[in-house]
């Protein structure tokens, strides 16, 4: 059965600390690793899709890497309005895209 | 561009009573589609997805039923809904053709059974 298991559950910063998000894997045939972010009483909201172990993506503060067994999300000099749940969800072979999500990291950030 | 459109935003229900829940997509066409449930402290759970009109795949036994009567519409119901059905729904989209598409949520619908 695949798993998505992330890390630490809850996280506070203060503006401007950098720090990393943890997301270990386990699935038969890892075709793709995504990030979302979700903020209170919404949808998650796309932010990457990492498909190979090396491979790392960037938009603003957020950059993701994969490795084969785990994926991190580092945030770089976070500010206030980066305070959300991150989710990362892994996709098996297999049909119709579907996803295994991990619980969450819920990230605040204070000035 | 496209968009996907979920309604009600909230909704409270007693025990016992029927649901439905509608979930459309705009600006693509043969959507893979998906409804998802979100529980507190919880991943998201995967109850069902559809890759074509009249195709739907449950994954978990439930009290809940999925229908997709057109293309862009996706619809979550239930004939008499439990306690235990109180929750975060989420309809999502991908991509029909091609592996590795990311999945787009609407904003939900928070269901409380009373």
């Known amino acids: 059965e695949d798993q998505v298991t992330q890390s630490p559950e809850a996280l506070r910063l203060q503006e401007g600390e950098s720090s990393s998000l943890n997301c270990s894997y386990t699935?038969?045939?890892?075709?793709?690793l995504f990030w979302y972010r979700q903020d209170p009483g919404k949808g998650p909201e796309f932010l990457f899709t990492l498909y190979s172990a090396g491979e790392e993506k960037e938009k603003e503060r957020l950059k993701a890497t994969l490795t084969k067994k785990e994926s991190f999300l580092h945030i770089t000099a976070p500010k206030p309005e980066d305070s959300a749940t991150y989710l990362c969800a892994a996709q098996n072979t297999g049909t119709a895209s579907k996803l295994t999500f991990g619980t969450g990291t819920r990230l605040q950030v204070t000035l | 561009s496209q968009t996907i459109h979920q309604w009600p935003a909230t909704l409270v229900q007693p025990v016992g009573s029927p649901l439905s829940l509608e979930c459309t997509v705009e600006g693509t066409s043969n959507p893979n589609l998906y409804w998802y449930r979100q529980a507190a402290g919880r991943g998201l759970q995967l109850l069902f997805y559809?890759?074509?009109?009249?195709?739907i795949s449950s994954e978990v036994p439930q009290n809940l039923s999925a229908s997709r009567p057109q293309d862009r519409q996706f619809i979550l119901s239930s004939k008499k809904l439990l306690l235990s059905d109180s929750g975060f729904y989420l309809c999502?989209?991908?991509?029909?053709?091609?592996?590795?598409?990311?999945?787009?949520f609407g904003d939900g619908t928070r269901l409380s059974i009373l």
């Open positions: 999502a989209w991908s991509q029909g053709r091609g592996a590795f598409q990311p999945q787009h």
């Open positions: 559809s890759v074509g009109i009249g195709q």
């Open positions: 699935v038969s045939g890892l075709r793709g």
